[in-house]
């Protein structure tokens, strides 16, 4: 069974960072690439970062250029999201998907980032 379980988030201060993570299982973790999405209150999903099955390629949303960054620990079967410089306007849930190539096939349950002072 497919299991993608996102952890980090939580409640921090406009330039503050986290560090978000989601543990993969029950798939062979480094035969696929990984995005990370997000939710807005209120709002549609909203694609924020991918990286490829080795972590060579990285992609980022133009809002999120210099303040995220995506990575992965294959070893670990665990991808990663560093957010830098947190605005209010990045609260939302953050939900790991995996990529199947041609959709996102499974998603994680999210993990919710308030940034607020």
């Known amino acids: 069974e497919v299991q993608l379980v996102e952890s980090g988030g939580g409640l921090v201060q406009p330039g503050g960072s986290l560090r978000l993570s989601c543990a993969a299982s029950?798939?062979?973790?480094?035969?696929?690439?990984m995005s990370w999405v997000r939710q807005a209150p209120g709002k549609g999903l909203e694609w924020v970062s991918a990286i490829s099955w080795d972590g060579g390629s990285t992609h980022y949303a133009e809002s999120m250029k210099g303040r995220f960054t995506i990575s992965r620990d294959n070893a670990k079967n665990t991808l990663y999201l560093q957010m830098n410089s947190l605005k209010s306007e990045d609260t939302a849930v953050y939900y790991c998907?995996?990529?199947?190539?041609?959709?996102?096939?499974?998603w994680g349950q999210g993990t919710q980032v308030t940034v607020s002072s």
């Open positions: 998907a995996k990529d199947d190539g041609w959709y996102y096939d499974y």
């Open positions: 029950g798939f062979t973790f480094d035969d696929y690439a």
